[in-house]
């Protein structure tokens, strides 16, 4: 197999998103398809990357078919549940999780509850949310401060889950990921404000990760605080989620 251009790839996709007309190509396996085709007929990429192209767009399928809940269902070869997914199935990926919630805790039983309820609603492995001990981050360098929070960068060792391996039955890690780290400051009534902000992050990743990509939560151990762990580009979205409030309760639903 050549050297796969990962840049070309995702530029590739981004024109054919770009180049879309939802007059034209409405409704969502019309959608994907068309996706398809012009990865296809893109003379940019080689065969390899195109499969590679059509293979991460087919996550994205993947994923939305499970969110809007249609589409052709499949008889998983190992829960025999009827799953939407093609690349992996969603009630195996549930129960794995499932099975490991008494794995780990944060010590505090409402962001217990909230992690392991996105777990249970996942649509997508690289959605995954999850709590991450602290001794799992390296390379801690405070960035700046703003409002309620402190921000930090680090290396996440074990990085977010990215795919599903059917035949070992397991999640599959990234590897070593730069994160940033939003911890709340301790001061009175910042930390009901810092719960609920957290609870949207958590809320709308698991089901929007193009809008934010939050991997979990985490604790520093020197002072108990709590701290959001997200990717780079997302570290400031509290604008975003003031404005879009009302639109996005329904992910908390």
Same mark, same amino acid.
Not at 55 to 62: L, M
Not at 78 to 96: D, G, R, S
Not at 163 to 186: A, M, S, Y
Not at 205 to 220: A, D, F, M, W
């Given at each position: ?5 990962? +840049? ?23 959608? $994907? ?9 893109? @003379?940019?990429? *080689?065969?390899?990357?195109?499969? =590679? ?19 052709? !269902? ?11 997914? *093609? ?12 099975? !490991?919630? @008494? ?19 996942? %649509? ?12 799992? /981050?390296?390379?801690?360098? %405070?960035?700046?401060?703003? &409002? #309620?929070?402190?921000? $930090? ?14 035949? +070992? ?5 990234? &590897?070593?990921? #730069?994160?940033?780290?939003? =911890?709340?400051?301790?001061?009175? &009534? ?26 979990? /939560? ?19 979205? !509290?604008?975003? /989620?003031?404005?879009?409030? @009302?639109? /996005?309760?329904? #992910?908390? @639903?």
């Amino acid at each position: 197999m050549s050297t796969i251009r990962m +840049k070309q790839v995702s530029q590739a996709i981004n024109r054919a998103w770009a180049s879309l007309d939802y007059n034209t190509h409405g409704g969502l396996h019309a959608t $994907y398809e068309y996706i398809r085709q012009t990865i296809l007929n893109d @003379s940019s990429l *080689t065969d390899d990357e195109k499969t =590679e192209a059509i293979r991460e767009s087919n996550k994205d399928y993947d994923r939305d078919k499970i969110r809007c809940n249609i589409g052709t !269902r499949r008889i998983c070869e190992n829960c025999n549940q009827k799953c939407l997914a *093609t690349l992996y199935c969603e009630y195996c990926v549930q129960n794995y999780l499932k099975a !490991r919630f @008494s794995n780990w805790t944060s010590g505090n039983n409402d962001i217990d509850n909230l992690i392991q309820k996105c777990q249970l609603e996942t %649509h997508e492995p690289a959605m995954i949310v999850e709590w991450i001990p602290y001794n799992n /981050l390296q390379n801690i360098k %405070h960035l700046t401060k703003g &409002g #309620f929070s402190d921000i $930090y960068t680090a290396n996440w060792i074990d990085g977010y889950y990215i795919e599903w391996d059917t035949k +070992k039955q397991q999640l599959i890690r990234f &590897g070593t990921q #730069f994160v940033v780290l939003k =911890e709340l400051v301790n001061v009175e &009534g910042a930390s009901q404000i810092w719960f609920e902000e957290a609870k949207s992050h958590l809320n709308i990743s698991n089901k929007y990760p193009r809008i934010v990509k939050c991997c979990g /939560l985490t604790q520093n151990p020197s002072n108990g605080n709590y701290m959001l762990v997200l990717n780079w580009r997302d570290a400031n979205l !509290r604008e975003y /989620l003031q404005r879009n409030h @009302s639109r /996005l309760t329904e #992910f908390d @639903s």
